[in-house]
């Protein structure tokens, strides 16, 4: 697939509901694409995260502060247009990211990041426009005590509906109000044109309840939407 044919992707799921997502991969047999319910933005009002899977994946490994962690450099400098950076691995208690780091995903065309663990410069990512969505914020850093070890890997990020979801390379990234979901790379195109049309639907279901229509008419009409 080519990039602008990824952009134009990414721009149609960006305007689309997690929920009406949900609901089209329940018809597809996929039931468990919903991540945990801590997932978060931040700051909250920080916008909608919408983009392909870009995964890297770290774990609590102690070693000299001053050394930095050029692992997660080498990760994020592979970093394309149009990506969300997906972030695992067992950190409970430190941040995986902050300001710089976001700076730099950024710069390269990242549209946020998606953390199975902790961000934190809360303030400033809504100064950069980078949309974060994370189970929790802490002022800890990474280094010394938390480093990456691989990326663009099958990683494990903690479910809604199962203990954790697989996100692959590739894989799509939608995140709102309702919460953050995980749609397969091979389902992508189906599960957007299905979206899509349900959005429709809901559209005008919406419309005829203004103008009078009762919600007993209205399941009769459409089913339960």
Same mark, same amino acid.
């Given at each position: 697939m080519d990039q602008a044919k990824k952009d134009s992707i990414r721009q149609r799921f960006a305007v689309l509901d997690t929920a009406n997502v949900s609901d089209v991969l329940d018809t597809l047999g996929y039931h468990h694409q919903g991540l945990h319910p801590d997932f978060a933005p931040f700051p909250p009002d920080n916008g909608r995260l919408a983009g392909w899977a870009y995964t890297i994946r770290g774990q609590m490994t102690p070693y000299k502060h001053g050394s930095g962690d050029p692992e997660k450099m080498q990760a994020c400098a592979g970093v394309s247009p149009g990506e969300v950076t997906v972030w695992s691995g067992d950190g409970e208690g430190v941040c995986?990211?902050?300001?710089?780091?976001?700076?730099?995903?950024?710069?390269?065309?990242?549209?946020?990041?998606?953390?199975?663990?902790? !961000?934190?410069?809360?303030?400033?990512?809504?100064?950069?426009?980078?949309?974060?969505? #994370?189970?929790? @914020?802490?002022?800890? +850093?990474?280094?010394?005590?938390?480093?990456?070890?691989?990326?663009?890997v099958p990683v494990a990020i903690r479910g809604a509906t199962t203990k954790y979801v697989e996100v692959k390379p590739g894989?799509?990234?939608?995140?709102?109000?309702?919460?953050?979901? !995980?749609?397969?790379?091979?389902?992508?195109?189906?599960?957007?044109?299905?979206?899509? #049309?349900?959005? @429709?639907?809901?559209? +005008?279901?919406r419309k005829e309840l203004s103008n009078g229509l009762t919600l007993a008419d209205a399941l009769a009409k459409y089913g339960n939407v």
């Open positions: 995986y990211i902050g300001e710089l780091i976001a700076v730099g995903l950024k710069e390269r065309g990242c549209v946020g990041a998606l953390i199975d663990g902790g !961000v934190r410069d809360v303030r400033w990512l809504k100064h950069h426009s980078f949309s974060v969505y #994370a189970r929790y @914020r802490s002022p800890v +850093q990474s280094i010394g005590r938390w480093k990456v070890n691989g990326y663009q894989d799509f990234i939608l995140a709102d109000e309702d919460g953050a979901i !995980v749609i397969p790379a091979h389902l992508v195109e189906e599960v957007l044109e299905k979206t899509e #049309a349900l959005t @429709r639907q809901e559209e +005008q279901i």
